[in-house]
């Protein structure tokens, strides 16, 4: 089983609301990832954690809050959002981020449309 | 910043004709994913190589490895349809903690 899933499919949230996404994985990776897509572009690092633990932020606006609760939940809190905001999130994990070859390669779940008007 | 230029950026080909992408770098990668993503998806992985000079094959997708571990390409024989898509390579570095994505070659494959 190499599934990622993540919940809503689709948001869309006014820039005064607070909204969660979540993902889920039971593959025992430890470590989970958050990209943010824009349309025709490649996906763009947000987020990474490490055993529960973060481990990378690439410099994302504190309107965009991880939590990592256990190692097969990750969450994105967002409060605030602008409309350059609106894109498609994506989860992933993998085994580990790096070491061991294989165990670098990172599966990605459906991802959340997202839509801030 | 690292980079993973790929080409062509944009392919339209009809249905039963062959084509191949190119993803290069100047650094080297433990390992290179790649991936097809359809509009509003998440990207689904088709293959990891790992080996300098390995060869892969998925049905008509082969995939290989360059000597260097700096570069990848994706050959597909036969084009359907269904390969439509966008293709990103990802490559890991061992000590980066997190992938360089490709700059995506978008595939159209006509009747």
């Known amino acids: 089983d190499t599934e990622v899933t993540q919940t809503p499919k689709h948001l869309v949230m006014g820039m005064t609301n607070k909204k969660s996404l979540k993902c889920e994985q039971h593959?025992?990776?430890?470590?989970m990832y958050w990209y943010k897509q824009k349309a025709k572009k490649p996906p763009e690092l947000m987020f990474v954690?490490?055993?529960?633990?973060?481990?990378i932020n690439e410099s994302v606006p504190s309107r965009f809050s991880p939590e990592c609760p256990n190692s097969s939940l990750l969450n994105l809190h967002l409060h605030a959002l602008q409309p350059e905001d609106s894109a498609l999130y994506l989860c992933?994990?993998?085994?580990?981020?790096?070491?061991?070859?294989?165990?670098?390669?990172?599966?990605f779940g459906p991802g959340t449309r997202l839509l801030v008007l | 910043t690292q980079l993973l230029e790929q080409s062509p950026q944009f392919l339209s080909i009809q249905e039963g004709e062959n084509l191949t992408v190119y993803c290069n770098s100047s650094s080297v990668f433990s390992s290179l994913q790649w991936y097809r993503q359809e509009p509003g998806e998440g990207p689904v992985l088709l293959v990891t190589?790992?080996?300098?000079?390995e060869v892969k094959k998925l049905k008509r997708l082969t995939f290989q490895f360059g000597d260097a571990r700096k570069d990848s390409s994706l050959h597909i024989t036969a084009a359907q349809p269904g390969d439509t898509g966008l293709y990103l390579c990802?490559?890991?570095?061992?000590?980066?903690?997190?992938?360089?994505f490709g700059t995506g070659t978008r595939l159209q494959v006509t009747l």
């Open positions: 954690y490490s055993y529960e633990k973060l481990s």
């Open positions: 990802a490559g890991a570095e061992r000590t980066a903690s997190k992938l360089t």
């Open positions: 190589v790992v080996t300098g000079g």
């Open positions: 593959m025992g990776h430890r470590a």
């Open positions: 992933a994990s993998s085994f580990r981020t790096s070491g061991a070859k294989y165990q670098e390669t990172q599966y």
